[in-house]
């Protein structure tokens, strides 16, 4: 079955920018799209932006200006970069599938990576 | 953005008890981009329903959705342990993707 898994730095200091990656084995990227969420310790969930195969991109408006995503098909995986981080990125960032062009539900989801943004 | 309000925050119940969520859109929206999460501590969220009321595979019968407009509801037919958790709603008819602020499903 499709698996996703985070990876990458779980401490980012401010100012600084945030990186990761999202591993997908079981399948392709192919004709899907795929969407990095996440959330604070207690709190909600935020959605940050999707990918395309294509490499064509949406980002959330409140986080546009400091998120970049890109996507390898070669090595299965997609990528967020999220610049000039504060106190307030701290949260466990998730990475999910999303059918965002049929139903819109994010139906497999990675484990979820705590990223700390701290000095 | 659409603001997804749902109610209560949080419930107590017991095992066998039957449970409903209330998710309200701040504006109409198409029942067919609604969806419901599970999610239980320390864990991913996990799709129960899309499309409102379209049971994902593998999720027990007694979990079900309805709604239309603004107004959508996930029912819990009759409480399980392993149903203890925080439910999220999600719209995704308008952008950006919105979730709402959870419904915490305690042990009475």
């Known amino acids: 079955q499709v698996q996703l898994q985070e990876s990458g730095p779980g401490l980012v200091k401010p100012s600084e920018t945030l990186s990761l990656t999202c591993t997908v084995s079981?399948?392709?990227?192919?004709?899907?799209?795929w969407s990095w969420i996440r959330q604070p310790a207690g709190k909600g969930l935020e959605w940050i932006g999707r990918?395309?195969?294509?490499?064509?991109?949406n980002y959330n408006p409140s986080l546009k200006s400091r998120v970049t995503m890109s996507v390898d098909t070669s090595k299965i995986q997609f990528s967020l970069k999220l610049s000039s981080v504060t106190a307030a990125d701290t949260a466990v960032y998730y990475c999910?599938?999303?059918?965002?062009?049929?139903?819109?539900?994010?139906?497999?989801w990675g484990q979820g990576t705590m990223v700390t943004v701290s000095s | 953005d659409i603001q997804m309000t749902q109610s209560p925050s949080s419930v107590s119940a017991s095992v066998g008890d039957r449970v409903t969520i209330t998710c309200r859109a701040s504006?109409?929206?198409?029942?067919?981009?609604l969806a419901w999460y599970q999610q239980k501590p320390g864990k991913a969220p996990k799709v129960l329903i899309y499309?409102?009321?379209i049971l994902q595979s593998g999720v027990p019968s007694r979990f079900s959705g309805s709604g239309s407009g603004t107004d959508f509801t996930l029912t819990i037919s009759s409480l399980q342990p392993e149903d203890f958790a925080t439910y999220f709603c999600?719209?995704?008819?308008?952008?950006?993707?919105?979730f709402g602020g959870g419904t915490k499903v305690e042990i009475k």
């Open positions: 999910a599938r999303d059918q965002g062009s049929g139903h819109g539900a994010f139906d497999i």
């Open positions: 079981g399948d392709s990227l192919n004709n899907y799209f």
């Open positions: 990918i395309y195969t294509s490499g064509s991109t």
């Open positions: 504006q109409r929206m198409s029942s067919w981009l």
């Open positions: 499309g409102a009321s």
């Open positions: 999600q719209q995704a008819d308008s952008f950006p993707p919105t």
